[in-house]
């Protein structure tokens, strides 16, 4: 965190010694970073002094000797994230003093906070930054999408908000897979070597008998997925079947190091009383110094019960879970509870690392958990 904030403070510091030379630009960075400087005590009175006691020499020297860098190159720097200095993941967020984050450095930081049970603040000002008192900035969201950036193929330069179509549709160089691939063609190329190749590609024109080997392949990875689903609508079709809408909310442990953990409240479902706990990177010590985070989660039986429960169960999104996460793949789990057995193990919670940090920057995690008894044979 110190690391970063030093790397900004330079880049203003340069920034402001580079743009001496023109009164509007030293006017426009001072303006956008007063809070950054106020709050840096030495740097600050150090940058005061630069900029009031400039001795006219290098002013002179700056304005002959160095090119004047390009606008877009300035307000780069002025409207990058404050903490990974890039300006390619939106939405952009700010502190209440202005400071910019982008939308996957601002989970972070608030997931990270989580975990270690501290109040999460801003790297820039320290002052208090939560998911509330936090706002977009739309205008530098806009304005982000007006700079120029190169195209990771063919290097030629488009605004950000053109850079996606022409990669995925227009780009010459876009990375390409030859149109016979489904039989097996392993070719692939910049787009416009395409042609060339399907001239002489040797898919079309092979018989049967030498493609049904990768045919049969095919059909085995669809089969294995349908039988899957196949599974899905038989559970669905059995008699006891519970759906609940589940929300877990964050508790911390009562051990010496308190550990972040969630937890539903009780719900009923099928007849019993049930609980649902989940954790992060499966408690490991330090989740917060791991990149890569997972959630797992545990049924839990809250019941007295005489005979055995024999249950699968899966979670899927449901209907308030957050509309912008992907769709959890649902993994369906098979326990037998009974006197003795009333917890299941952890069992993965099927999300990309980037999701759980968006989880865990949020106050809650809504999900739906089906469960299906099995009749007894
Ligand atoms: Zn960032
Ligand atoms: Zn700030
Ligand atoms: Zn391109
Ligand atoms: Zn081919």
Redesign the pocket.
């Known amino acids: 965190m110190t690391e970063i904030t030093t790397t900004t403070t330079t880049t203003i510091s340069n920034d402001l010694q580079q743009n001496l030379s023109s009164e509007i630009i030293v006017n426009l960075s001072s303006d956008t970073n007063e809070?950054t400087l106020s709050t840096t005590g030495t740097t600050n009175s150090m940058l005061d002094s630069t900029i009031v006691d400039e001795p006219p020499t290098k002013k002179c020297k700056l304005t002959t000797n160095d090119k004047p860098r390009l606008l877009e190159d300035r307000l780069s720097s002025i409207l990058s994230c404050c903490i990974c200095l890039d300006l390619s993941t939106l939405p952009i967020f700010q502190?209440v003093?202005g400071?910019l984050m982008c939308a996957s450095c601002f989970n972070h930081l608030l997931a990270d906070c989580k975990l270690k049970d501290e109040q999460t603040t801003?790297p820039?000002?320290r002052?208090e930054i939560s998911k509330s008192n936090c706002t977009r900035n739309l205008a530098v969201e806009k304005t982000i999408s007006e700079l120029p950036i190169q195209c990771d193929y063919c290097l030629q330069i488009f605004l950000r908000s053109e850079i996606k179509i022409h990669q995925s549709q227009n780009c010459p160089d876009r990375p390409t897979i030859c149109d016979y691939s489904l039989l097996g063609c392993n070719w692939n190329g910049p787009f416009h070597t395409l042609s060339s190749h399907l001239a002489i590609c040797e898919y079309p024109t092979k018989t049967g008998l030498e493609l049904i080997e990768t045919i049969r392949a095919q059909k085995r990875g669809c089969d294995d997925e349908k039988k899957y689903l196949e599974t899905v609508v038989d559970l669905l079709s059995l008699n006891q079947i519970g759906v609940s809408d589940l929300i877990l909310k964050p508790c911390r442990t009562d051990d010496f190091v308190a550990k972040l953990y969630f937890e539903t409240s009780r719900f009923t479902a099928l007849q019993y009383q049930w609980q649902v706990r989940a954790r992060i990177n499966d408690n490991i010590p330090h989740p917060h110094t791991i990149v890569t985070r997972s959630l797992s989660y545990q049924l839990v039986l809250k019941s007295k019960i005489s005979q055995t429960i024999d249950l699968k169960f899966f979670i899927l999104k449901g209907p308030h879970g957050d509309p912008s996460t992907s769709q959890i793949q649902p993994i369906i789990y098979h326990y037998e509870f009974n006197q003795n057995n009333t917890e299941t193990e952890y069992l993965k919670l099927p999300i990309s690392s980037q999701e759980c940090n968006r989880i865990l920057s949020s106050s809650s995690i809504s999900f739906r958990l089906l469960m299906v008894q099995l009749d007894k044979p």
Do not use: E
Request: net charge neutral; with cysteine; glycine share 0%.
């Open positions: 809070t502190c003093n400071h801003c820039n000002c002052c």
